[in-house]
């Protein structure tokens, strides 16, 4: 099992029950930060003295207050921690669902394990560390499911751009200017017509409007 372990999470009570949790798991060092640059600081000097973390498990948002932060969030500190220890694990603690957030921390961000913060959150944590030491990923079981229809849908950077100006308010016979004016194809008018009712037939959707509160829902846009 894991030797050390490192807590980012700005909410104390939330914090005390993280450090609960390990203790059950007899995990013999863990330390408690509420600071995204404190985490940062604190792996920059355990890597340096050659006593490394085993993992890391992350809280995804913080909240501002008076101290001012170089990293604000989550996403921020476990990019910002590869470059120092690429190898070090990961988990992120949170209460976000949105499926295609989470699947970006996975493929971007090359976390090893997301957990959501809801009911029998701590068993769901015990058991995303014990596989994680096991060198598996780890995702809650209700949030599987969604990823796994988002990846099913395989939107590409051009769905994605379409369905972003939509929810900016643009036209859709607007749409094909913009492209045109950053050179992205294709930009005729019948062929973004041809792909946003393509995309609204796959995910059997009638409006540009539903197909705009679909992808924000997924965190996609």
Do not use: W
Request: proline share 2%; glycine share 4%; with cysteine.
């Amino acid at each position: 099992m894991f030797k050390k372990i490192l807590i980012a999470e700005d909410h104390e009570s939330i914090s005390i029950s993280v450090q609960k949790t390990l203790e059950e798991l007899n995990i013999p060092h863990s330390d408690y930060v509420s600071y995204c640059d404190d985490a940062l600081a604190k792996i920059q000097k355990s890597h340096r003295e050659g006593e490394p973390y085993d993992l890391l498990i992350t809280d995804l948002y913080y909240e501002e207050d008076h101290r001012e932060q170089k990293i604000k969030d989550g996403k921020e500190l476990i990019l910002a921690i590869k470059e120092i220890q690429p190898s070090l694990k990961t988990i992120v603690f949170s209460a976000e669902h949105r499926s295609g957030v989470i699947d970006i921390l996975f493929k971007e961000c090359g976390i090893n394990g997301f957990v959501r913060k809801a009911r029998n959150d701590s068993k769901d944590l015990k058991k995303a560390v014990a596989t994680v030491y096991d060198n598996q990923n780890y995702l809650s079981l209700d949030l599987k499911q969604d990823v796994k229809k988002l990846n099913s849908y395989e939107f590409s950077e051009y769905d994605i751009t379409l369905v972003s100006l939509l929810s900016q308010g643009v036209l859709q016979k607007n749409i094909p200017v913009y492209l045109q004016n950053n050179n992205i194809r294709p930009n005729s008018l019948s062929s973004v017509e041809k792909k946003l009712n393509s995309l609204k037939e796959d995910l059997q959707i009638t409006s540009n409007e539903q197909l705009v509160a679909f992808c924000k829902d997924l965190g996609i846009i």
